[in-house]
């Protein structure tokens, strides 16, 4: 158990489908982050939540649409992906502190037919 | 552009040898850097490392930082099975935002054989 929890565990799906990953911290943390992690290249950082607001937007195409209802929860919405776009989704979140580290979720791996 | 590397890519030891991992860096704004071990699912903290030349150990784990020559080092001594994994390097520096921003190497893939 790393105190963030992301579902689902694996998604495939059709570039023409609507899905959401979902990403929950039970640590007290105050941001939360995306990153896309594909196969030889590093982890990516996508978009940064402090507080709900959205901070950082990684230059990330349009078809992932981030969500933060509350400081627990991070929801990321996927339209009209791309075959490219199949990777390890990753939710990581921090007390916003430079000391403190960011703790992972075991992450969404994601496929794109 | 900030970049972090990390070798070797992989590297295969047998068990009961000692593994030494490098991490370099180049970023602007850098406030410290950080190990994580993956296995099969999420990055795993080990080491947050903010002072130049102070070591920090875990058991058989250990890493020191220097911020000179911009680089650090994990070793693992006695390695066992259970040290295969994916070991990532990332740099912690501040955006322009305000925001704590990782940068991740490519890691280095350890496999230890029995």
């Known amino acids: 158990e790393t105190g963030v929890t992301q579902t689902p565990r694996h998604l495939v799906m059709g570039m023409t489908n609507k899905k959401s990953l979902k990403c929950e911290q039970h640590l007290g943390h105050n941001a939360m982050y995306w990153y896309k992690q594909s196969a030889k290249k590093p982890l990516e950082l996508m978009f940064v939540y402090n507080f709900k607001e959205q901070t950082e937007n990684n230059s990330v195409p349009s078809r992932f649409s981030p969500e933060c209802p509350n400081s627990s929860h991070l929801f990321l919405h996927l339209h009209t992906l791309q075959p490219e776009d199949s990777a390890l989704y990753l939710c990581?979140?921090?007390?916003?502190?430079?000391?403190?580290?960011?703790?992972f979720g075991d992450g969404t791996r994601l496929s794109i037919l | 552009e900030d970049k972090v590397v990390q070798s070797p890519l992989s590297l295969v030891v047998h068990e009961g040898d000692t593994v030494t991992l490098n991490c370099s860096y180049e970023v602007t704004n850098f406030r410290s850097l950080l190990w994580y071990k993956q296995e099969k699912k999420a990055p795993t903290f080990l080491f947050m490392l903010?002072?130049?030349?102070i070591e920090k150990k875990s058991g058989r784990l250990s890493s020191i930082l220097d911020k000179k020559e911009l680089f650090s080092i994990l070793n693992i001594t006695a390695t066992q099975t259970g040290d295969s994994a994916v070991y990532l390097c990332a740099v912690l520096r501040i955006s322009n935002f305000g925001n704590e921003k990782l940068t991740f190497g490519t890691g280095t893939r350890l496999t230890i054989i029995p």
């Open positions: 903010t002072s130049s030349g």
């Open positions: 990581a979140s921090s007390s916003g502190t430079v000391h403190q580290p960011q703790h």
